[in-house]
């Protein structure tokens, strides 16, 4: 077994690998760039080396420097993680020539699948299902729209090389081909280092589901199960779980044997994925397709991880040291169901756009046991961290198992609940709409699911009449709470016992509230034709989060104060509480509300990032729909669109310029 393995990675996967190794006695080397000198998987290892700048190009993708790090702290093995060089053939052989061990496949597997126009034929070859399309080398946009046209929309453009959601662009017009194209391309190189793109059909009504492979240098290969991936959002995956709610045994079965015969046809070993894209219409079992192998460990590996049994960073080591699997496709378990919800730097109420900055506040959900299931939360941040447009916006992965899919999903909604996160907008409140959606609880799921269910953007979860109660009891024992405390710093509590009744307004609901004492805490009427609510917490003024157990169940709760009461964040939506003196709460609907500028005649930034183009100069006139500029944020382009007709007055940036959020870009007349 390997003394010491130095892990190529950052983040969230750094530390992941690390876990496991610490576990079987192997030391650790991080590498690190200068963005990254005192991230959390610099200080977990056994020793860290600085690779350079923040960008990757000059530090993670500087190949020489990472072998030259683990030739200098006598490292016999590197674990690429995934992203920057973990799927680099080039990389792999370089390690052999170095004679240390790559944690991963062989140069020959990474370099066939890595490759998804060649991968297609091997697939073909091997007798797996592929999807429609063109199959080798697109010369110009022309080219693309006539292969577009002959395939029939809609189709998929797709770097050669991409991966992550990174390079791809769904057209369904000839237009989306000529506007989307060249941008597919630059994204391909930008990324990869290979601007080449193939097109191939879109399939309807889509689910991607994907098949676990996991095979040793003996020539034995299994897989393990299958994964759920559909809810997505630009081809970025959102929610994984595993098994998936549509796969029948028998599709599992086909699924991976097919899987199993790709993987042997090019002599694969190590952890990998096939990626396949279901047609929810079909029912048969049938309709599956090849997407493409990826010859790495992917993100949502916890999730395999929770049904099997299995650690498979362990199985990636124990593989590259030459041991054969201690385990055959017969003993693979398949036991319960899990869920990951990826938490990003992103903000759903304003179109999902990025986010930058530092994690003034960061508090994951406890990691450890929770009745019939557990919490896992996998993350390479700390509060201080900074979250930074050089590399992936993923802030934590956030992993439930329970013995049923309501159950694990019930389990995120709670983890959810008392993540508490400041500094930089995050999606935890859409991930917990999303557990809590009917659809999502169906199984009907599709890879345009939100597209779907939020055609008009991410608003808030609905909160039911239980929600609206709880958070009404719960912002008046805050109330209380804080009063006591004043009045413990003023030396009048007394006053604290004369103040027990309160008007509550959450929306259109409204509440006079009384409060009473009971051996477990406090009792909260809320009206006089509905039971109390026995609320018990231990909660201090200044606290940034609540725990409590409400009627015996367990709550959780963001808080924040306002001017006159409450913002509670809870089941996946910020919920504004008025809490006032019954004599106060008759003029609350009088008071003044404080409007903001009319900023409707200037395009805004809607995201931090680089001003890579714009299209048109002051005097041009723009019809709505037309493209105005592009932004290049975490390594995507965005492109920037006129809302409606009007004339361009003045801009007030050019191209080559970076960019904070709501800069006016251009102005209007």
Not at 117 to 137: D, M, R, T, Y
Not at 199 to 222: A, C, M, T, Y
Not at 551 to 580: M, N, Q
Request: aromatic share 6%; charged share 25%; glycine share 10%.
């Amino acid at each position: 077994m390997f003394k010491k393995i130095l892990v190529a990675n950052r983040g969230e996967i750094a530390c992941r690998v690390m876990r496991t190794a610490k576990k079987m006695g192997i030391a650790t080397v991080a590498v690190y760039s200068d963005a990254d000198a005192r991230a959390p998987h610099v200080r977990m290892a056994d020793e860290a080396v600085r690779l350079g700048p923040a960008p990757a190009a000059e530090s993670y993708l500087r190949a020489d420097l990472i072998l030259l790090a683990a030739k200098e702290t006598g490292a016999d093995a590197i674990h690429p993680g995934y992203g920057f060089l973990s799927e680099r053939e080039s990389f792999a052989k370089a390690c052999a020539e170095a004679g240390i061990a790559f944690v991963g496949p062989p140069p020959g597997a990474i370099a066939a699948m890595g490759d998804k126009i060649e991968s297609k034929k091997l697939a073909q070859q091997a007798g797996v299902n592929v999807v429609p399309g063109f199959v080798g080398e697109i010369e110009d946009t022309e080219h693309a729209v006539r292969i577009a046209g002959e395939i029939g929309y809609p189709v998929m453009m797709k770097a050669s090389a991409g991966g992550g959601g990174k390079g791809m662009r769904l057209a369904y017009s000839e237009q989306d081909v000529r506007e989307g194209f060249e941008a597919t391309k630059r994204e391909g190189l930008a990324s990869f280092g290979d601007d080449r793109v193939f097109i191939e059909k879109f399939i309807e009504s889509p689910r991607h589901i994907e098949i676990q492979v996991l095979g040793d240098q003996h020539g034995n290969i299994v897989y393990l199960n299958e994964r759920e991936c559909s809810i997505q959002r630009r081809h970025q995956k959102v929610v994984e779980e595993a098994p998936s709610p549509f796969v029948t045994p028998a599709m599992r079965k086909a699924m991976g044997e097919q899987a199993v015969a790709l993987a042997r046809a090019v002599g694969y070993y190590s952890a990998g994925t096939v990626e396949l894209i279901v047609s929810g219409a079909d029912k048969t079992g049938q309709g599956f397709y090849f997407l493409e192998m990826n010859t790495r460990l992917q993100v949502e590996h916890p999730v395999t991880e929770a049904i099997t049994g299995l650690d498979l960073v362990e199985q990636m080591i124990r593989v590259a040291a030459g041991e054969k699997l201690a385990f055959g496709q017969d003993e693979v378990k398949l036991d319960g169901w899990a869920i990951e919800n990826r938490v990003y730097a992103e903000d759903p109420y304003r179109g999902f756009l990025p986010s930058t900055g530092r994690l003034v506040r960061y508090r994951p959900p406890a990691a450890e046991p929770a009745g019939q299931g557990y919490v896992r939360v996998d993350d390479g941040v700390t509060e201080g961290s900074e979250i930074s447009m050089f590399y992936d916006p993923m802030i934590a992965k956030l992993i439930t198992w329970a013995p049923t899919r309501d159950e694990a999903a019930d389990l995120q909604v709670r983890a959810l609940d008392r993540f508490r996160i400041d500094g930089i907008g995050h999606n935890i409140d859409f991930l917990s709409a999303i557990m809590q959606h009917p659809r999502f609880r169906s199984g009907e799921l599709t890879t345009g699911f939100i597209a779907e269910e939020y055609p008009e953007g991410f608003h808030g979860a609905p909160a039911d009449e239980q929600l609206v109660r709880r958070l009404a009891a719960v912002a008046v024992v805050l109330d209380l709470a804080r009063t006591a405390r004043a009045a413990e710093i003023s030396g009048q509590l007394g006053a604290v016992a004369l103040s027990t009744e309160r008007s509550v307004r959450i929306g259109e609901h409204r509440f006079d509230v009384s409060v009473d004492g009971c051996d477990t805490g406090l009792l909260v009427n809320l009206s006089s034709d509905t039971p109390p609510l026995e609320v018990s917490c231990n909660w201090h003024a200044g606290d940034p989060q609540l725990f409590a157990r409400i009627d015996g169940e367990p709550f959780a709760t963001s808080v924040d104060r306002t001017r006159t009461g409450w913002k509670l964040t809870a089941h996946g939506a910020a919920h504004r509480v008025e809490v006032l003196p019954p004599h106060v709460a008759q003029y609350s609907d009088h008071m003044i509300e404080k409007v903001p500028p009319d900023m409707s005649c200037f395009l805004l930034a809607p995201m931090p990032g680089l001003l890579t183009r714009l299209h048109v100069q002051p005097g041009d006139r723009v019809e709505a729909g037309q493209a105005l500029a592009v932004i290049e944020a975490m390594k995507m382009e965005n492109i920037l669109r006129a809302e409606r007709a009007g004339t361009v007055k003045h801009a007030h940036f050019a191209p080559g310029d970076s960019l904070t959020v709501d800069a006016a870009i251009l102005e209007f007349e």
